[in-house]
Nanobody, 119 residues
Framework: QVQLVESGGGLVQAGGSLRLSCAAS????????MGWYRQAPGKQREFVATITSGGNTNYSASMKGRFTISRDNAKNTVYLQMNALKPEDTGVYYC?????????????WGQGTQVTVSS
């Protein structure tokens, strides 16, 4: 049983910053990739960023330059530094993990943390 616990969400004014964390715990041998997705009210979940165990990153084009993903492999924790936040960044942010590079889908998801950006 693996648990992913996100933290760091909250209310921030436009232009502000937040740092999200997601810690994985439980029966983990290794984690290949960790990622962030978000879901705005009334919209589908969308991709934010991913990072592999080797440090390779990938970002959504709309967030690249404002968001930075990083991870601490020893702690099985992934972070998302969000700067220059906009009201349209509001939503529930979820972390996800893949245990193998052969995984085609995300293996586990967290429960999400709410981010609200006021104008």
């Amino acid at each position: 049983q693996v648990q992913l616990v996100e933290s760091g969400g909250g209310l921030v004014q436009a232009g502000g910053s937040l740092r999200l964390s997601c810690a994985a715990s439980g029966s983990i041998f290794s984690i290949y990739a960790m990622g962030w997705y978000r879901q705005a009210p009334g919209k589908q979940r969308e991709f934010v960023a991913t990072i592999t165990s080797g440090g390779n990153t990938n970002y959504s084009a709309s967030m690249k330059g404002r968001f930075t993903i990083s991870r601490d492999n020893a702690k099985n924790t992934v972070y998302l530094q969000m700067n220059a936040l906009k009201p349209e960044d509001t939503g529930v942010y979820y972390c996800a993990v893949q245990y193998s590079s052969r995984s085609r889908l995300w293996d586990d998801w967290g429960q999400g943390t709410q981010v609200t950006v006021s104008s």
